[in-house]
């Protein structure tokens, strides 16, 4: 993999201003030099490929950047693979040294800074949409998760664990890189994004490691499958069960037996559940007030949306706010 990503140059600039705005354009979010240090000199180089769940990225650059998500959205995981050279990289208080056998594994609303170490440093940065994680743990626990999977900052490469995790992303490098027509189409980069995912659960400890340890291994199937990823991409639009039938397509009766059967709830009760802990989630991470956050989230009744709130987390929005 000497070259990734051959076919797909975003920049080549001697200018560190071009190499930040086509990041940016590539991944989103806010990546900036502050407070890492003044611009530098150098050839800076990105090549990248974006699709609706993921986004790839290889740089060649002595640029040391910081990488915050945009206060709001859902967010977005990031996985950052050594290709050459060395990066010092940190997120909040954990630290590691990026190269061919240590990656670095950022999550949701966290912010990352990198450091090349020299101007030899190359690395691939991988994004990955936040719904995708869930949607795979799902499928391998038998249920959705109650809160957002978190992972260890540091994912060791060298052991086999680590390396699968590796050579699927390598993989995915590979296939785009490959010209294939039949390697460009979404569903196959879909598919292959999958099982970086799946990998990446079962490899690097997290939140929900012991759950997973713990679980009988029974997917969804198919249209609860195909519903619960259509809530989360939705969740802050106004949803009726009908909507979720026909993202799984099914009939309603088929739809709420499967969430009965298989989770314990309503489809609306575990829309309403999953929006309250999203909303919960962004209420403890931005310092924007209680009512914005919540009609972002498609609560459309303050005073319902509060009674909703004490009765899930035994505290009021006003109450989690005050913590932050």
């Known amino acids: 993999m000497s070259t990734p990503l051959r076919s797909f140059r975003i920049t080549k ?11 940016t354009r590539l991944f989103g979010g806010s990546i900036t030099t502050a407070p890492l240090g003044a611009l530098s000199s150098g050839d800076h180089e990105l090549r990248g490929v974006a699709a609706p769940d993921f986004a790839v990225g290889y740089f060649a650059s002595p640029l040391g950047v910081r990488v915050a998500s945009v206060p709001g959205r859902r967010g977005s995981y990031f996985v950052n693979i050594g290709v050459s050279g060395e990066i010092e990289a940190s997120c909040g208080s954990r630290r590691a040294t990026l190269d061919k056998t240590t990656g670095g594994v950022v999550n949701p609303g966290d912010t990352q800074e990198l450091r090349p170490c020299h101007n030899q440093t190359r690395f691939l940065g991988l994004k990955i949409d936040a719904a995708l994680v869930d949607e795979e743990l799902a499928a391998l626990t038998g249920h959705p998760p109650v809160s957002t999977v978190r992972f260890d900052f540091a994912l060791d490469l060298a052991k086999p664990k680590g390396r699968a995790v590796r050579l699927l992303v390598r993989s995915l490098v590979e296939q785009l890189d490959s010209g294939d027509p039949l390697f ?47 809530i989360d991409t939705h969740l802050s639009e106004r949803l009726t069960l009908g909507d979720i039938a026909a993202a799984a397509n099914c009939s309603p009766r088929t739809i709420s037996s499967a969430f009965g059967d298989r989770l314990g709830l309503s489809p609306m009760s575990y829309v309403r559940n999953l929006r309250l802990d999203r ?20 609560a459309s009744h303050l005073g319902r949306f509060a009674g909703e709130y004490r009765d899930r987390f035994n505290e009021l929005p006003s109450d989690t706010a005050a913590r932050r």
Request: charged share 20%; with cysteine.
């Open 13 to 23: 600039s001697q200018n560190p201003v071009d190499l930040l705005n086509a990041a």
């Open 184 to 230: 460009q189409r979404a569903d196959l980069q879909r598919s292959q994004l999958r099982c970086i995912v799946t990998a990446l659960l079962l490899a690097q400890p997290h939140s929900h490691t012991r759950e997973l340890r713990d679980s009988p291994q029974s997917g969804h199937p198919r249209s609860l499958r195909a519903a619960l990823a259509f």
């Open 279 to 298: 909303i919960r989630e962004d209420i403890l991470n931005s310092t924007d007030p209680v009512g914005t956050v919540a009609y972002r989230w498609g």
